[in-house]
């Protein structure tokens, strides 16, 4: 029998950036840890069908799903929080919506009628909301954007009238906002909050939950000010206060019984919460025995969000591993063999990142040159690997100009599109997305200990791969192929076995890695690193 799911809509005010995504997540994380099954939804009033087009400083990573879709970093959240996998249906864009509905039009379907925003797009928005009807208890429908923006609107009007179809007691709105303390008032202000409620109110939707950013403890006072002002009670005025780590955000919730309220609110009878397996993690992650340091090679380093799953994997890793992993931003564009001793100077390991283009390219080469020889851990993702082929290449095995014919079409494109894809002169075409099989060819590697496994599941985005004209020069070179697509005929791991830890992969390691569990490779590769680390003193 399919189940009655309950919906939670969660909307945004006052100002972006107040870390909605983190809120759903840790919302679904207590709904789930009460025994109800739950997924995310994001909605995202851009225009673009897909991030996957957007420069990462506009929009950070582009997180892609076990289906191939590319979709927004906040469905990275979604999974490393809630342990589930996102497909494309979790992650819809106003693109996605139009574009629908216009094609929809130009086949005739809307049987001559004028095609408006209400109700031809507000429909295919609920449309898509409903796409897990029934699926899960609980279904959190993120809405991008701040109430208010033009663009917003058809997406808060699907909600109020989802809201409606799906009959009292079934949904809830819970709105995160922005309460600023004012130093020269010595004051926190609700006014902000005040202001995005009654917009809010506008489209027809009552808060039922308000969760207010703020610097500091909002104290009694204010809540129930906020409360009397925007309709809520008392006890659903709840505080969202800076955390030291993300993942402590859904502890702080359950100290408010946020979890109880929206059960109470939809009318579900749940199992009580348990949170003790998230808190032994994040105490971990607050309290670590070590420390290890890791330096982030790339030429995005100017904006966090382009690496976000890295990050993560990385603080799992470290939690796993008990130590915290400092993260040294390296932007691969200023290295130079001159620049390298200086940037790279107490490191324990280093992870080249994955990019596009072939700005930053040297400094990564240099780089990987520099890990190799001093026999520091190297973690290749992607571009990371494709270099570290290339380094090989021109380093060990005699071929100067070897490079990617992503940079330069010549004679030694050790990387380059395999020969179905040459013919393809659309871009968009020939991208490798999403989940595809790969089998770990030797035991012995870093990579089979790893994931002690002899087949594996891995995401990809990319269009370029490793040349199979070149395999035979380069494993003479002392390279080791450790895993291969099933067939054996597309690379996916690299390794030098003569060297601490020298892996580099073609798939995306890090936006399989979940909280608590994290991801094989990154906790070998921490773990390598901390040995690093006591290798180095022990030396000194
Ligand atoms: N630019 C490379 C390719 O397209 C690598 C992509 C990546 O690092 N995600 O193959």
Redesign the pocket.
């Known amino acids: 029998m399919p189940k009655t799911s309950k919906y939670i809509f969660i909307t945004g005010g006052v100002l972006s950036s107040l870390g909605k995504g983190i809120a759903s997540s840790s919302i679904g994380l207590l709904l789930k840890q009460r025994g109800l099954s739950v997924t995310v939804q994001k909605f995202d009033p851009y225009i673009n069908v897909d991030p996957g087009t957007m420069n990462p400083y506009q929009h950070g990573e582009v997180y892609v799903t076990d289906d191939g879709a590319e979709t927004d970093l906040d469905l990275g959240h979604y999974e490393r929080y809630l342990d589930v996998s996102m497909s494309k249906a979790n992650n819809a864009t106003a693109g996605q919506v139009y574009n629908e509905v216009i094609q929809r039009e130009r086949r005739g379907e809307y049987l001559g009628k004028t095609v408006q925003v209400i109700p031809h797009i507000t429909d295919e928005i609920k449309r898509r909301m409903r796409a897990f009807d029934g699926v899960y208890d609980v279904i959190i429908i993120e809405v991008g954007g701040t109430v208010g923006d033009i663009e917003s609107l058809p997406f808060l009007e699907a909600c109020r009238q989802l809201h409606l179809d799906l009959g009292r007691g079934n949904s809830i709105n819970v709105h995160l906002t922005y309460v600023p303390y004012i130093r020269s008032a010595g004051e926190l202000k609700t006014k902000p909050t005040q202001h995005s409620v009654k917009t809010l109110m506008e489209f027809g939707i009552m808060p039922d939950v308000l969760l207010c950013r703020a610097e500091m403890k909002l104290g009694r006072e204010i809540r129930s000010k906020i409360g009397l002002f925007c309709n809520v009670e008392e006890r659903s005025v709840i505080e969202a206060l800076d955390a030291e780590t993300i993942y402590e955000v859904p502890q702080m919730f359950a100290k408010r019984e946020l979890d109880a309220i929206v059960c109470e609110k939809l009318g579900i009878r749940a199992k009580a919460l348990n949170l003790d397996t998230w808190t032994r993690f994040t105490n971990r992650i607050k309290h670590p025995r070590e420390e290890v340091t890791i330096a982030l090679i790339g030429k995005y380093i100017k904006y966090k969000d382009s690496y976000k799953s890295i990050g993560e994997a990385l603080i799992h890793a470290g939690a796993i591993n008990n130590a915290r992993v400092n993260v040294r931003w390296v932007d691969s564009e200023i290295l130079t063999e001159q620049t390298l001793a200086s940037e790279l100077d107490g490191i324990d390991g280093a992870l080249v ?5 072939s700005r930053g390219i040297e400094g990564k080469l240099a780089a990987i040159k520099w890990l190799r020889e001093s026999g520091t851990p190297f973690f290749g ?6 270099c570290a082929v290339i380094e090989i290449a021109r380093n060990l095995a005699g071929m100067p100009q070897a490079t ?1 014919a ?1 940079f330069r079409k010549n004679k030694f494109n050790v ?1 380059d599109l395999m020969p179905d894809q040459q013919k393809v002169t659309n871009k968009g075409g020939t ?2 997305l999403g989940s595809y099989p790969c089998v770990l060819t030797n035991q012995r590697s870093k990579a089979f200990k790893a994931y002690k496994s002899a087949t594996i599941d891995e995401r ?6 490793f040349n199979n004209d070149f395999r035979a020069a380069l494993e003479a070179a002392g390279l080791t192929v450790t895993g291969t697509s099933p067939d054996g005929r597309l690379v996916e791991i690299i390794e030098l076995p003569s060297h601490p830890w020298f892996v580099g992969v ?1 798939f ?1 390691p890090e936006l399989k890695s979940r909280a608590v569990t994290g991801h094989p490779l990154f906790i070998s590769f921490v773990k390598a690193s901390m040995a690093h680390r006591k290798s180095l003193s022990s030396r000194s």
């Open positions: 990142a994955p990019g596009f283009g993702i992607c571009l990371g690997m494709q990617s992503e990387i991208m490798r990809h985005r990319h269009r370029y791969e073609q995306h």
